[in-house]
């Protein structure tokens, strides 16, 4: 049996846009429920990071362009009512976003406001670079762990020597369960707190998948 003070805490930043991030975010539920360890949500920016560069795919432009809307509302309710309320209000952006199909538009942003209980009126951040500042700085605080070369999600966790260690990923399809996902979590800690490690890779031969 664990008690709160022997849980560790994983700090997780995500773009809710990410379908990537959002499937590793469910995988964190999944950990949360079979190791000690408690998920502490922080916002970043896939429109942040790709600031400035052309030579992306315009689709992918298009993407960024509408992605500072959502990550600018989750710094917003989080400034009004704590930082309690990013993983509720994630889930219901992810939900929508990814399982649902639903468009990145104001619409669905107020659905998932509502649906959080949180008030409709934040989605007026959305259109404003009023929380751009703070946005940027929750940003640079994972980015600056794991380097500029990597995306979301980024997770940082607390090493073997008490040292923070933090990843980029793991980016997987479908999202683990059961003691697949405990699994995984125990190797990608332990790959990732090994001195010196930094990459495993392989090809992608699937996309996302919402299961």
Not at 87 to 97: A, D, I
Request: with cysteine; hydrophobic share 40%; net charge negative.
């Amino acid at each position: 049996m664990t008690t709160a003070d022997s849980r560790k805490i994983a700090d997780f930043w995500f773009d809710p846009i990410c379908p990537w991030a959002w499937m590793t975010s469910r995988w964190m539920l999944e950990v949360e429920q079979l190791r000690p360890v408690d998920t502490k949500w922080h916002v970043m920016s896939l429109s942040v990071l790709n600031e400035g560069r052309e030579d992306l795919p315009e689709r992918y432009k298009e993407l960024l362009a509408a992605g500072w809307g959502p990550v600018r509302v989750l710094i917003a309710a989080a400034q009004a009512h704590g930082d309690k309320v990013l993983g509720p209000l994630y889930t219901e952006l992810g939900t929508r976003f990814h399982n649902q199909g639903l468009p990145n538009n104001r619409e669905t942003i107020v659905a998932a406001l509502e649906a959080a209980g949180l008030e409709a009126e934040l989605a007026d951040a959305a259109d404003t670079d009023a929380y751009d500042e703070a946005l940027r700085a929750s940003h640079k605080e994972g980015i600056t762990l794991v380097g500029e070369d990597v995306g979301t999600p980024v997770i940082a966790v607390d090493g073997p020597e008490g040292d923070r260690v933090a990843f980029f990923g793991p980016v997987v399809t479908p999202t683990p369960r059961g003691e697949a996902a405990a699994r995984l979590w125990d190797g990608t800690v332990l790959v990732a707190s090994t001195p010196g490690f930094y990459e495993i890779k392989r090809t992608r031969t699937k996309g996302p998948s919402f299961e």
